[in-house]
């Protein structure tokens, strides 16, 4: 049972344009959602992540959009560049116990020059 | 201010033979945790210990797989007699305190190889 969505399984984009990435949860215990970014032969790398309690969060050119009634989110890369290509994970977790991640499938981001 | 540490970075076993990955987490951290990557999918989650506790197992498939994180020493992720299937990446992660990934940092991953 995959308790995390994560589409699409690839995305090509544009040096400059905006790069969408979209999740959806089932477990509405999952109080946490943060974004990791991995590149090959890399471990994953903590990007952003937000809490149910706010609908955005921004970092840089980086945006989390949360819809808690639609339980789904979504990462929005904005001026997207050749650096960022790379693999994208979304991932939810619930405070407490032992906080283990649930991780999406992933999405391989590639940004042409 | 060294990060989480992984080896060996790749490992190649014959069917049988037994694996061994270990994992030193960061300076301060003492939860750690171990996920698999198998090609195309996302990360999963397989154990969380604490020095000398296991905590939650839940991930951990019921045979050959086995998890320690002594008092003394690095974390480490056994596999008895191997198959296959157990080709993938395994990631530990270290955080200072169960933190939901909000300090959980990433070791680079042991890539295994069964043949």
């Known amino acids: 049972q995959q308790q995390v969505k994560q589409s699409p399984q690839s995305l090509i984009v544009q040096k400059g344009g905006i790069s969408i990435i979209n999740c959806a949860y089932e477990n509405t215990a999952f109080d946490y959602f943060p974004w990791y970014q991995q590149f090959p032969g890399k471990g994953p790398a903590l990007l952003i992540a937000i809490r149910p309690d706010v609908s955005e969060k921004k970092e840089g050119r980086f945006t989390i959009s949360f819809n808690k009634s639609a339980k789904q989110f979504s990462l929005h890369i904005m001026d997207s560049q050749p650096g960022d290509s790379a693999t994208y994970f979304c991932a939810a977790t619930t405070q407490g116990g032992s906080e283990k991640l649930v991780f999406g499938k992933g999405t391989k981001l590639t940004v042409n020059p | 201010n060294a990060g989480v540490m992984q080896n060996p970075r790749h490992l190649v076993r014959r069917r049988g033979q037994e694996a061994r990955l270990r994992c030193s987490p960061m300076?301060?951290?003492?939860?750690v945790y171990w996920y698999r990557q198998l090609p195309e999918e996302g990360l999963k989650f397989m154990v969380y210990?604490?020095?000398?506790?296991?905590?939650?197992e839940s991930g951990m498939p019921k045979e050959r797989f086995s998890a320690e994180f002594p008092k003394e020493g690095p974390s480490i992720l056994r596999i008895q007699q191997v198959v296959r299937g157990d080709s993938a990446a395994y990631f530990c992660?270290?955080?200072?305190?169960?933190?939901?990934?909000?300090?959980?940092?990433f070791g680079p991953g042991t890539r295994l190889t069964v043949l």
């Open positions: 210990l604490q020095k000398e506790n296991i905590i939650d």
């Open positions: 300076k301060g951290h003492s939860h």
């Open positions: 992660a270290s955080s200072p305190q169960a933190s939901g990934g909000r300090g959980q940092f």
